[in-house]
């Protein structure tokens, strides 16, 4: 286990691949860690210094004190990447993390060499929704809304298909501490970045789900529209997390991208 301490938490973190490779940094989904990306991780790590950690408040990384917003999570990473002496990274970001890759750019656009924004927006959703998801899990748990989540997340091929691997996630969302999670809810209730997307300047690729609930298709492909030169890939047979439901696809996918930005060869 590696941890590392970033202004007030300690932050869980795992790096594979060789140490001199292009650094490759993941961010996770809301209600997850580290471990969503480990059949990613299994085909990139041979080529990429990798690099996956829990956010602030998930996993095995401290909520700490602070108001949690996108700001602050992006400072998270920032604080991270210097802990690891990373001064600038190819940045994959999955939902919140697309959220927080975006931040990062805007706050460190020097640090940033090329960006993947996986089901994600520069705007998730409405304040009102996150209220009221708010509201709905501080007062029943996580519990209790896992069953709409899942669906969200997963397409009904894979929910029906690998019924023991749909409830270990489930596991794994239920035991995010619930503070964490209410908090990282809150900071994309307030997050906006649309009028920052067009400064984008690095190469970006953005990825989206066929069957994605959460974030769907065609939001990620506004998303890709609103970013000077970005790609959109669909990935067909895929929810909301696609390093679960289609690795090989994302990767793939990935791979194509970083070969025509000459990130790797």
């Known amino acids: ?60 990384t401290d909520r700490g004190a602070a108001e949690v ?41 020097d640090r940033v060499r ?26 029943h748990g996580l519990d209790a809304a896992a069953d709409g989540i899942l669906e969200r997340w997963f397409a009904p091929a894979f929910r029906s298909g690998k019924p023991a691997e749909t409830a270990a996630w489930r596991n794994l969302l239920i035991r995010t501490p619930l503070d964490g999670y209410l908090a990282c809810c809150a900071a994309i209730r307030d997050a906006d970045l649309r009028a920052d997307a067009a400064r984008i300047s690095v190469p970006t690729l953005c990825v989206g789900g066929a069957q994605d609930g959460a974030t769907p298709p065609e939001v990620v492909r506004a998303l ?21 439901e289609q690795p090989q696809a994302l990767v793939d996918a990935m791979v194509d991208f970083f070969r025509e930005n000459r990130f790797v060869r």
């Open 1 to 60: 286990m590696h941890a590392a301490t970033v202004d007030d938490i300690t932050i869980h973190v795992a790096v594979e691949g060789p140490p001199n490779a292009p650094a490759l940094v993941f961010s996770n989904s809301l209600g997850t860690d580290l471990r969503t990306w480990d059949a990613v991780i299994a085909r990139l790590s041979d080529r990429f210094r990798c690099v996956r950690y829990d956010t602030r408040g998930h996993g095995l």
């Open 69 to 109: 917003t996108i700001t602050r999570l992006a400072a998270d990473l920032a604080g991270l990447l210097d802990h690891l002496g990373i001064r600038e990274t190819l940045l994959c970001g999955l939902s919140i993390g697309g959220l927080i890759a975006q931040q990062l750019i805007k706050d460190h656009p």
């Open 114 to 139: 090329g960006l993947v924004l996986c089901d994600t927006a520069s705007k998730i959703g409405t304040p009102e929704m996150w209220q009221e998801r708010i509201d709905g899990i501080g007062k």
């Open 224 to 244: 890709a529209a609103s970013i000077p030169g970005a790609r959109f890939v669909e990935l067909d047979q895929c929810g909301h997390l696609p390093c679960i």
